[in-house]
Structures are given as structure tokens and as C-alpha cells.
């Protein structure tokens, strides 16, 4: 008797792990799976990527270390600085829910991956928030000033300072000294309120005092655009570009308001200490090693200072010895002098000049010229190695006049209050496009 074959349906000869459900027709738990997977799985990368995205913006403008390979526009710089407390709490609350989602069903990411997304938050935080109030200690009140013989031991002979002098008695502050809290000062000196504000990437230290409207400032340093400081008021939250010396608002709004300067110039320490004995030198607390506090007192805050002074010590030393600036972030290039050049810019009235020391030396050391309408004398020192600029308000052309500002007929010139002492070229002329140079 012949056996009769029954046709399979096609789909048992791919039996798989469904074939339950095909066979009773529960198609609809199909779904009802990917769906409890495919949710959390969704709201997790939501809320973490949520709160990466905004620390990152924290990151990018406020880290400063960071616009070695981020540009940034001043307008979102300033706009991530006035938000950034509803920012950091904004993206810890997204942080917060993708952690939970997490913890709660392991959706997402495996546990590496997950801890990984962790350490990356943490460090955009750290970055933007709380590492430049670590890494750059400010010391508007409290920085301490030795005397001259105190100073030869932390500072070379030859090296430079930069120093203001209030009756006679004058401060000076080494470059590397001064480097990384950026703000310097201690008690008043005869009474006048002074601070020393410093950016190693225009290797400019200018001195103000440190007030807006009658309002004394906090001043602190915030980040750096277009490789020049910016500073912030701690009290109002106001930032304040260093070459400026305004708060931002009062750029934004046209407000004048700005802080007073104060003459200083640049010399050798040794010539400071001869013309200045009695003169008082800036010294950092947390870099000389007779100061700082030690591995065992702080280990943290030991290994956590040596490895800023090498970051910071490698991108002042790429911004001395090569022709781009270490921030890419400067809008204007003047090709009249090379980028790193040294200039002596000043402007009295909005008129802006900058001289370069080799002009003046070649003009026998003295240059007559006329800025913002006021006659003034750019001299070059050569017993104390300085070049200084001076209010000529002798009524007459200046041949011969001193270190101090004493000219032949024994009247004594008052420094130029703007000028800014051995900056680099390419910031100088970045901020200040329309500077003549060289004017006689």
C-alpha cells in the first residue's frame, strides 16, 4: 500500500528558537520584548548623552587648556560662563537619570563603558568648573613679597621682571613667579591699592587697581581668549579681558567704566636690585620648594602643582620659541613684524602705537613723537637695561633723560600709565588692529 506524504508548511523547515511562539501564535510577545529592551536602552543614551553634551560645552569654554584644539567664539565663551551654574546642574540631572536607568536595568552600556562615560563627565566638569580656581590660586591679598637679598634665591640675575613703583617704593615680579596665579598683590603700598595682573601667553603683567565705580574687585583669573588673559570679578561674576581692563557687560553696553592703570616697565632682576634696594620682589607660595607643601603634607596637591607647572611651562615655552601662537585662536595677523616680537604698545586717548626696543636703540635711545595729542619720549636705559615711556610735559624736544624719568633741565617725567612692557606682537596687534608702530 503506497504511503501518502503530507506537505510541511515551509516555515517548520527553519524551526528556531521561536518556534513556540509561532506555533501558538503569540506573535505579539515579540514585541512586547524588544519593546521593555529597547526603552531604557533609549532613555539612558538620551539622558547621558544629555548631560556629556553640556559638560562638554563647560569643557570647551571654561577649561582654557582645552582651545589648544577647540576654538570657541567669545560670544558662546561668554554666554557658557554666564549659564554654567544652570548648566552644571542641568547635565548632573541628566547624569543622575541615566545612572538610575542604568543601575536599574543594565541597559546601555556594559559596566566598563558605563564607568567610562562616568570618568569623562567628572573630567569636563573638573575641567570648566573647578580646576582653573585650583591650577591658577589667585593671590590679590595675600602673595608674598621678599626683599631684594631674599629674592637671589629664587630669582636669576638676568631674568626679567615686571615692576610698577608707587614714591619710591617699587615690587617686581619674575615672569615664572607670577605665572600661574596671575594676580598678585599684598597690602597697599603708601596707600595706593595696586594688583599685578599676568598672561604668560601675551608675556604681559599689567598693574591696576583693582576697582570699577567706586567698587573694589576680587580679581581672579577665568580662562583666556585669543591667547590673552581673562580675569573675573569675584563678586559680581563679571569677566574682564586683561587688555581691556572692563567687565564685559560694560564692553557690551559701551559703559567706559574700566580699572585704573599703573605704569610699570620690564628690567633685569639685577638692575631692579640696583636701582630699587630697598624694593620688595614677588615670589610664588606654591611653586619655590622652600614654600610649597610638600609630598608627605598634601600629596595630592604636591603631585597635582608639579604636573600644572609642566603644562603650563610647556605651552609658555611653545609660545616663546615658535612663530604660531599656541592658541589658534587669534582673528588678526600683522606681517610688519615677525609674531613674537617684543613691543612696547601704550595708547593715550585711543591712539594706539607700539615701539620695538631695537628702533629706539638705533634712534639713540631716545624717540620724540606724538600720541593721542600729547608729546611723549620713548627712552631706552642702557645702565638699567629698560625701555620706558614718558609724558613729555617740558614743552621742548628731549635729548638726554634717565631711568627715572629726569631730563636735563632736572624736571622729572612722569611714566605713561597703558603702556604695556615686552608683550608679544601678535597679541598686541590682534586686540589693537588700527596700531601704528614705530611712530617718530
Given at each position: ?218 580679581l581672579a583669573p577665568m580662562t583666556q581668549l585669543e591667547n590673552n588673559l581673562v580675569l573675573v570679578d569675584m563678586k559680581s561674576g563679571e569677566p574682564i579681558q586683561q587688555l581691556w581692563g572692563q567687565r564685559e557687560i560694560d564692553v ?189
Amino acid at each position: 500500500m503506497q504511503q501518502t506524504i503530507q506537505p510541511q508548511p515551509i516555515y517548520q523547515s527553519l524551526r528556531g528558537p521561536y518556534d513556540s511562539i509561532i506555533d501558538t501564535g503569540k506573535t505579539g510577545d515579540i514585541d512586547m520584548t524588544l519593546d521593555k529592551n529597547l526603552a531604557p536602552k533609549i532613555a539612558f543614551w538620551a539622558f547621558m548623552l544629555t548631560g556629556l553634551g553640556l559638560a562638554f560645552f563647560l569643557f570647551k569654554d571654561l577649561a582654557d587648556i582645552s582651545q589648544w584644539v577647540i576654538q570657541s567664539a567669545r560670544e558662546t565663551t561668554m554666554t557658557v560662563w554666564y549659564q554654567r551654574v544652570p548648566i552644571t546642574i542641568a547635565s548632573f540631572i541628566a547624569i543622575v537619570a541615566a545612572s538610575v536607568i542604568w543601575i536599574r536595568t543594565r541597559a546601555g552600556a556594559g559596566t566598563k563603558g558605563f564607568v567610562a562615560l562616568l570618568i569623562i563627565y567628572v573630567g569636563f566638569v573638573f575641567s570648566g568648573m573647578i580646576n582653573p580656581y585650583i591650577m591658577m590660586r589667585p593671590r590679590q591679598d595675600d602673595g608674598v613679597f621678599v626683599s631684594v637679598a631674599e629674592a637671589t634665591r629664587y630669582v636669576r640675575p638676568d631674568e626679567s621682571v615686571i615692576v610698577y613703583e608707587i614714591d619710591g617704593l617699587a615690587r617686581a615680579h619674575p615672569d615664572v613667579q607670577v605665572l600661574r596665579p596671575h594676580v598678585a598683590s599684598a597690602e597697599p603700598v603708601n596707600d595706593q591699592d595696586v594688583v599685578m595682573t599676568y598672561c604668560g601667553l601675551t608675556n604681559l603683567g599689567m598693574a591696576y587697581v583693582p576697582e570699577i565705580d567706586g567698587e573694589r574687585l576680587e580679581l581672579a583669573p577665568m580662562t583666556q581668549l585669543e591667547n590673552n588673559l581673562v580675569l573675573v570679578d569675584m563678586k559680581s561674576g563679571e569677566p574682564i579681558q586683561q587688555l581691556w581692563g572692563q567687565r564685559e557687560i560694560d564692553v557690551v553696553e559701551g559703559n567706559d567704566s574700566r580699572m585704573q592703570q599703573y605704569p610699570t616697565f620690564r628690567m633685569p632682576f639685577e638692575r631692579f636690585a640696583a636701582a630699587y634696594p630697598n624694593g620688595q620682589v614677588f615670589i610664588n607660595d606654591y611653586l619655590v620648594k622652600d614654600m610649597r607643601k610638600g609630598f608627605l603634607e598634601n600629596p595630592a596637591l604636591y603631585v597635582y602643582d608639579r604636573t600644572m607647572e609642566f603644562i603650563f611651562n610647556t605651552a609658555i615655552d611653545f609660545q616663546q620659541n615658535h612663530e604660531a601662537p599656541v592658541f589658534p585662536t587669534i582673528d588678526h595677523y600683522d606681517e610688519r613684524l615677525p609674531n613674537k616680537e617684543l613691543i612696547w604698545g601704550f595708547d593715550i586717548q585711543g591712539d594706539y602705537v607700539a615701539y620695538t626696543e631695537q628702533f629706539v636703540r638705533a634712534n639713540g635711545n631716545v624717540v620724540n613723537a606724538v600720541v593721542g595729542g600729547e608729546p611723549v619720549v620713548i627712552a631706552y636705559d642702557a645702565e638699567y637695561e629698560s625701555l620706558g615711556v614718558y609724558y613729555n610735559l617740558t614743552g621742548e624736544e628731549i635729548r638726554n633723560i634717565d631711568f627715572f624719568g629726569v631730563v636735563g633741565s632736572g624736571a622729572v617725567l612722569p611714566r605713561v600709565e597703558t603702556v604695556k612692557a615686552g608683550a608679544f606682537w601678535v597679541v598686541w596687534a590682534n586686540f589693537f588692529p588700527d596700531t601704528d608702530l614705530n611712530r617718530a
